[in-house]
């Protein structure tokens, strides 16, 4: 109605939101708060996308899921819905038997909680695999198998990948655990809205995560993690526990150590993957991990948010001789030295790689010790953990024995 006084775009220009002017074919696309010029391409799990004209075009491939488990009662499901819940008794994490009268289900991931530390917070100390009629323990830095019944069963295979124990499995499911209280689950997408537990239904849609073991859909996440533990003899969860409150003094040594998360240490990441929630996370495990291991839950909480970054593609090198190192030169023999630290996993060929013992599911890069094998022997084998010629690899047989 009035004429009023600026600067405008000259006709047939769009102004791009940065203080420019450019035609409709230029216009840039914003991701995370960052902004895109016309043709960049960005990764978003197993797709790209391409800026066209101000809109993200996204190629469409099915992705696997991932589930991570850590610290004291951190949770971000398989559609990436982050809560906190903290019960001290054994829960599903994930399954695919979940009610379906015709479905028998081939996998099960139970995860055993138990207090760390005197707030009364919890964390994993155990984990239970059942896959078909086998089941595995992962506890004490190592794993088990306690064979159950002789029948069908699905076959596995379990490596040393990094800082990390990976065991893979014939029907699409690897469980990827750091030793510690970390813990991830992928799944083939196979397995998408089909199944159910602590890591949601895996459905690409995050408000319907918190389906209890009846199915329905709660709103809680205390009413929810409860429906999922496995023995009716343990006690309910009712409240939250908030350790900085029940620690003030503590308070302020996490938040000062866990500002390396928001810091510019991390800053390639904070655009791809929001460091608030794991900034949260972090300070509580701080505060609650009390006597003793204070150090290893920190660490493990930033380790959690490092490992989303290297799966949005960007690599933090974020341990320091003060800050978690990592020593890797345990692995060298004397005046040797091929074991490396690498914070983004490693490209190294390995014997089992080239005799082609595993599923179809990638492993994704994770961080810790690696050998950088020289050119004379340039295939490491897991197995003698030293650098060979191809023609020094053994042979696996089809179960994954060397």
Not at 206 to 220: E, K
Not at 264 to 273: A, G, Q, R, Y
Request: a negative charge.
């Amino acid at each position: 109605t009035e004429c009023v006084s600026g600067c405008v775009c000259p006709e047939g220009l769009l102004d791009d939101g940065r203080g420019g002017c450019v035609e409709q074919n230029d216009c840039p696309c914003i991701h995370n708060n960052d902004w895109y010029s016309s043709g960049d391409k960005i990764k978003v799990d197993c797709n790209t996308c391409t800026c066209q004209k101000g809109v993200w075009k996204c190629t469409d491939d099915m992705c696997y899921g991932t589930c991570m488990i850590y610290g004291s009662g951190h949770y971000n499901t398989f559609d990436g819905k982050f809560y906190d819940f903290d019960g001290s008794c054994e829960y599903v994490a994930t399954q695919d038997f979940c009610g379906d009268k015709n479905s028998s289900g081939s996998f099960s991931i139970i995860t055993e909680n138990v207090p760390c530390g005197t707030t009364g917070v919890t964390c994993s100390k155990a984990i239970k695999m059942f896959l078909g009629k086998t089941e595995l323990k992962l506890e004490n830095k190592e794993y088990k198998e306690i064979q159950r019944d002789v029948g069908d069963d699905v076959q596995y295979w379990n490596r040393t990948v990094g800082l990390y124990l990976v065991i893979e499995a014939s029907n699409g499911v690897t469980l990827i655990w750091d030793k510690k209280t970390t813990v991830f689950i992928k799944l083939s997408p196979d397995y998408k809205g089909k199944v159910c537990g602590l890591c949601g239904n895996f459905d690409d849609k995050a408000n319907n995560d918190f389906t209890t073991r009846s199915g329905l859909l709660d709103s809680n996440p205390l009413n929810f993690g409860n429906s999922w533990k496995q023995s009716p003899m343990c006690p309910d969860v009712t409240q939250e526990i908030k350790p900085c409150d029940l620690k003030p003094h503590r308070k302020s040594w996490a938040e000062k150590e866990c500002s390396i998360i928001q810091s510019e240490v991390f800053k390639i990441c904070h655009s791809k993957v929001d460091p608030l929630p794991y900034y949260e996370a972090c300070v509580h495990d701080s505060c609650s991990c009390d006597s003793g291991g204070d150090c290893e839950c920190f660490c493990s909480a930033v380790a959690a948010y490092a490992q989303e970054c290297i799966k949005a593609e960007a690599c933090v090198f974020w341990r320091t001789p003060d800050i978690c190192p990592i020593f890797c030169d345990y692995y060298n023999p004397r005046n040797e030295c091929d074991w490396h630290y690498e914070p983004c996993g490693s490209n190294i060929t390995t014997c089992r790689m080239i005799n082609d013992v595993s599923t179809n599911i990638t492993i994704p890069l994770l961080e810790g010790c690696y050998p950088r094998c020289p050119n004379d022997k340039p295939i490491y084998n897991e197995e003698t953990k030293q650098c060979v010629t191809e023609n020094q690899c053994g042979c696996y047989l089809e179960d994954g024995t060397y």
